[in-house]
T-cell receptor
Framework: QKEVEQDPGPLSVPEGAIVSLNCTYS??????FMWYRQYSRKGPELLMY????GNKEDGRFTAQVDKSSKYISLFIRDSQPSDSATYLC???????????FGKGTKLTVNP | KAGVTQTPRYLIKTRGQQVTLSCSPI?????VSWYQQTPGQGLQFLFE???????NKGNFPGRFSGRQFSNSRSEMNVSTLELGDSALYLC???????????FGNGTRLTVT
């Protein structure tokens, strides 16, 4: 079993839709959870950074962490064509140290 | 504030050669990490440096090495290149252990 599982998609939605992206993990020692967005030919860009369980909201983005289920989610409201990218979940036992990434979900938002 | 800068952006090398990649972290960031990204394996941790010391190392062969200088800039070196080393090599920096990693745009290495 891989440490972090993420559905690779691809996921295609109409503009304005609510998008739900998810990852599951097996290592109960993970304490820090991140979502990155990666455009083609670019490096990953940090979207959300959370510690332990709970919700965090930033504009159209909401991150949820459920440590009891070992499950994290990213919701994108009112999705835009500019949100079309690959979304990577990442997690670690200690902050910025040794992140373990999911394989990424490719999202396309159609105008 | 300038982001993480990686040079060169693209490299083409031949099997058996060696290569050095360079990374300048965000100003004030003292921790630098390197990751390899391939279509098959995704992003995998290579190593992490803090104050010129390697703190963590991933599961890569000894052909992969790195170092950090006193100004926090970092280099990674791959010796005796193999076809399977073709990948996007990403450098990332963070301010403290509890702060998130910020990535550069990577160096695309192609080994022929």
């Amino acid at each position: 079993q891989k440490e972090v599982e993420q559905d690779p998609g691809p996921l295609s939605v109409p503009e304005g839709a609510i998008v739900s992206l998810n990852c599951t993990y097996s290592n109960s020692a993970f304490q820090y959870f991140m979502w990155y967005r990666q455009y083609s030919r670019k490096g990953p860009e940090l979207l959300m950074y959370t510690y332990s369980s709970g919700n965090k909201e930033d504009g159209r983005f909401t991150a949820q962490v459920d440590k009891s289920s070992k499950y994290i989610s990213l919701f994108i409201r009112d999705s835009q064509p500019s949100d079309s990218a690959t979304y990577l979940c990442a997690m670690s036992e200690g902050g910025s140290e040794k992140l373990v990434f999911g394989k990424g979900t490719k999202l396309t938002v159609n105008p | 504030k300038a982001g993480v800068t990686q040079t060169p952006r693209y490299l083409i090398k031949t099997r058996g050669q060696q290569v050095t990649l360079s990374c300048s972290p965000i100003s004030g960031h003292r921790s630098v990490s390197w990751y390899q990204q391939t279509p098959g394996q995704g992003l995998q941790f290579l190593f992490e440096y803090f104050s010129e010391t390697q703190r963590n190392k991933g599961n890569f062969p000894g052909r992969f090495s790195g170092r950090q200088f006193s100004n926090s800039r970092s280099e990674m070196n791959v010796s005796t290149l193999e076809l399977g080393d073709s990948a996007l090599y990403l450098c990332a920096s963070s301010f403290t252990d509890d702060s998130p990693l910020h990535f550069g745009n990577g160096t695309r290495l192609t080994v022929t």
